[in-house]
């Protein structure tokens, strides 16, 4: 017995097909059973494919799986998701919602402008832990050398709903010539083995962006790299306030313009806003997406 399940491929965080980031939606996730769900990430193989679903929460939930494992949260596959069903009119004409994640209930919000759909989403508060290990063995398994991290700033895990090792670096060159091994990466990150890492620089390609990055994951993933990365760039914009201008007046609530992707070709930027209160930040992120193509995955019967 098998079943076929159609999915649908969008780009987010870009107007330009093949650009950005992809990710799958499937829009029949309530007749799915989870191992299902988890069949048809490993054969699509992005770096998360989206199940939008039913939610006694709020007013919907969406399950997001990398071709390994479940992920609480991602940025990009929401961004997709979104754009996707606003697209294909299964939201009416609603620009407020929530969604449930295993992140927690966020609120989203849809925009019409000139220039297509913008899908806005609330991440959970920003969250830091220290990096105890090896500098050392760090720029090893990233193929670099300790003398291209920037000793000015703090190498950090963080979370805005998925955790990751943000870690500066001088320059583009540095990013340019990262060459991760991936299955190291439990091994150097011994207080939390199963994140990924965020390679980023303050020198950028765009004259309008504020910070440049890589995401490279956890090898429990399933993949490599990610193009372009919504909830780590979300985090990027809370260390941005918290490590990089701790000493400088800015602007409340603070906007930046992260790019990721230049060295796969998969050009991408994602907006971040961030608000600050007395002793907590409010990230927000927003981009858009564009249909790429339909294919079909068959499962065996699981």
């Known amino acids: 017995m098998t079943k076929s399940v159609e999915v649908y491929h969008y780009d987010a965080f870009s107007t330009e097909a093949n650009k950005g980031n992809p990710a799958g ?53 929401t961004i997709a998701t979104l754009y996707a069903l606003k697209t294909r009119g299964l939201l009416q004409n609603k620009t407020d919602f929530t969604i449930e994640t295993n992140a927690g209930v966020l609120p989203i919000k849809i925009d019409n402008s000139s220039d297509g759909v913008y899908i ?48 500066p670096v001088k320059n583009l060159k540095v990013c340019e010539k990262l060459n991760p091994d991936n299955e190291l990466f439990p091994s150097i990150l011994k207080e939390m083995p199963h994140v990924s890492i965020h390679p980023f620089c303050m020198e950028t390609h765009h004259f309008n962006t504020d910070m440049h990055a890589r995401h490279f994951s956890s090898p429990f993933s399933g993949t490599k ?58 990230i927000k992120i927003s981009g858009n997406a564009v249909y790429v193509k339909t294919f079909s995955i068959v499962l065996d019967n699981i």
């Not at 809370?238 to 490590?243: C, G």
Request: a negative charge; proline letters at 4%.
């Open 120 to 167: 806005t989403m609330q991440q959970s508060s920003p969250q830091f832990k220290t990096f105890s290990g090896s500098k050392v063995d760090l720029a090893k398994v990233l193929g670099i050398e300790t003398s291209d991290f920037d000793d000015n700033l703090p190498i950090v895990y963080g979370s805005t709903g998925v955790w990751t090792l943000i870690t």
């Open 225 to 282: 790299e990610d193009p372009v990365t919504g909830t780590a760039s979300g985090v990027m914009g809370a260390y941005y306030i918290k490590y990089i201008k701790q000493r400088q007046r800015v602007s409340n609530p603070l906007t930046l313009l992260i790019e990721q992707g230049q060295e796969l070709e998969k050009d991408g930027k994602v907006n971040v806003e961030v608000t600050t209160h007395t002793d907590a930040y409010d």
């Open 25 to 77: 939606v499937v829009l029949c996730g309530d007749d799915l059973k989870v191992e299902e769900m988890q069949a048809i990430a490993l054969k699509v193989g992005f770096n998360e494919t989206a199940f939008p679903l039913k939610s006694n929460k709020a007013d919907l939930r969406i399950r997001f799986f990398t071709p390994g494992h479940e992920m609480n949260l991602c940025g990009h596959a």
